[in-house]
């Protein structure tokens, strides 16, 4: 398996970065999308009971399912990967940030109106700060996932490394199958943990200690 | 902000009038008002108290004050101006709004806490910190120790005291607080009463302050709102007056039976005399506070700090080395405000059966004994005795 790996060293480097790439960007897109609507969705009361249902439906959605929707909507193209990656990553965080928002002692938000902070100041200053420890364990979550996803999505011609699994899975009973598919699956975990590590990292630098467990 | 300037220079009064003509609050779906008709008129630089059972409507009308609860008609004036003139938001930036808990957000520091109203009001960082300090000093924290940490660091009592530094923040006129020591225990509610009295002598704002406890609006009201169910008027006055001649039933069962100890509620510290008794410096040489104490028959001292801040009464047999150390004892003071009440209290947990008493920012004026109290009582019993007289002999007569 060393020599397998070293006579694609680079290539494989290439897209481990390429799958890494691909998950940080469609989880930061679905994140901020996802806090959005928690906003919209805690604002309105009967939304709530609406978008606790949608999730839970979307997260049973295979992605091999969702992957060939997007495959007949878009065709073959990489926006069809980011798309079904972000589809994914943005059911964790929405859920996360749905219930850190609802999760803010409504006393606090009223001496924050009692002070004369907008709306806007409210949100930004005191609802989000304090939602943040849950919505980031949401981003955490949905990263992980992301990664598996992302690795199905190389079906529709994603980057990354899930093309090796499939070039494995294809060519099973061939001299280098189990080394595709073993090397890119060991790929994606270390990648994963890469990103967990540095998502813990941001989580040290942006949650307040006065509120970090 | 005029509203400082205009009432501030003559009186050192810094607090604005609030009036409230036939404010009525009806939610959504009520079949009767939570509050039906409310007007009152709250005199700049005074504490009044609305007071009475849950859910007569003194959250409601406090709110009405800063707008965080809109009235369904009726009108509230701060210093003559009409509180819809400008955006809710400017207006709350110019009142004071403590809750029960201090409510502080528990995400930014005690500095930033405090910080936030002269924040949004755009003074410039320098002034922000200066004025920071000021308030923790106000509210005895030192600014060294308090200022960079977070809410879950203090205690209760801590927490409510910056909760009030937060509401003094930008020197507003008028400050609105809903039960604020609702959450405290007993002991740290009275000192931090004291404190707020002992805050108000100093800056002379308009407070409105809801409680539930009529101990707690007889000891810190200049005023007294008693409310019944709907937000009625049950009687307005001065604690005295109410205690004296309640309106109605309805106020004497809220009040409580009148007995002489009630009416120690009544007397604050400095209506009575206080006693003199031996005090040391920290740092002094122990042989001569020990030499003063005996000189003056005493058998204990009083240790003071640099401040004159009383910080513990250790007996002679106590003092060890050559010089006075930082006492480790937790003295518990009480405010020449507070009342014979609290005093009393005090002096119970005690072993010296007296009570330290201290006046603006902690200073140290005196003790006050258990006999100062009771003489006290006996004047009071003796002249409700002649009152009855009085009214038998004036009931004899028609
Ligand atoms: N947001 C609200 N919606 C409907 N009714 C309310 C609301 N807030 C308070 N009330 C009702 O109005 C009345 C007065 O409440 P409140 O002002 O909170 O009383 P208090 O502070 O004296 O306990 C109560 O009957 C209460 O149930
Ligand atoms: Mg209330």
Known sequence: MWDFIRERQDQLL?????????????????????????????????????????????????????????????????ISAFVAVAFYALLPVLRNAVVGLQGVDPTL??????????????????????????????????????????????????PGLGGYIFTGLAQIGGANAVNYALVATLGIVLVALVADVLLLLLGRLTISKGIRA | MTTQHTTGHTSGISGAEIRLEEVVKRYPGQKT???????????????????????CGKTTSLKMINRLIEPTSGTILIDGEDVRKSSADELRRKIGYVIQGGSLFPHMTVAKNIAIVPKMLGWDASRVKGRVDDLLDLVGLDPSRYRDRYPRELSGGQQQRVGVARGLAADPPVILMDE?????????????????????????????????????????????VILREGGHIAQYDTPEVVLASPADDFVSDFVGSGSTLKQLS?????????????????????????????????????????????????????????????????????DERSTLNDALDTMLTSSHGAAVVTGDRDRYIGIVTFDTVTDHMRLLEDRAVEDRAHEQAAGERA
């Open chain 2, 33 to 55: 008002a939570a509050v039906e008709s409310l007007s009152l008129t709250i005199p700049a630089g005074e504490i009044v108290m609305f007071v009475g059972p849950s859910g």
């Open chain 2, 266 to 334: 009544l007397a604050r510290v400095n209506e009575v005399d206080l006693r003199e008794t031996v005090t040391a410096r920290i740092g002094e040489p122990t042989a001569d506070a020990v030499q003063r104490a005996e000189a003056a028959g005493e058998r204990s001292v009083i240790v003071l700090d640099d401040r004159d801040r009383p910080r513990g009464w250790p007996w002679l047999r106590q003092l060890k080395g050559d010089r006075i150390v930082e006492p480790t004892e937790d003295l518990v003071t009480v």
């Open chain 2, 180 to 224: 604020p020591f609702g959450a405290v225990d007993p002991i740290t509610r009275q000192r931090l009463q004291d404190e707020l009295l002992s805050i108000q002598r100093e800056l002379r704002k308009t407070i409105v302050c809801v409680t539930h406890d009529i101990d707690e609006a007889i000891k810190l009201g200049d005023r007294i």
């Open chain 1, 109 to 158: 938000v009223e001496s924050a109106r009692g002070m004369g902070m907008s709306p806007l100041a409210v949100l930004w200053r005191v609802r989000l700060p304090l939602a943040w420890p849950v919505i980031h364990a949401g981003v955490r979550t949905s990263t992980q996932m992301a990664m598996g996803i992302a690795a199905i999505a190389a079906y529709i011609l994603g």
């Open chain 1, 14 to 78: 290439y897209n481990a970065f390429q799958h890494f790439s691909l998950v940080m960007q469609a989880v930061l897109v679905a994140s901020v999308l996802a806090v959005l609507l928690a906003v919209v969705i805690v604002r309105y009361s009967w939304l709530q009971g609406l978008a606790n249902a949608l999730s839970a439906i979307g997260l049973t959605i295979p992605a091999l399912a969702l992957v060939g929707v997007m495959l007949a909507l878009t065709g073959i193209q990489p």
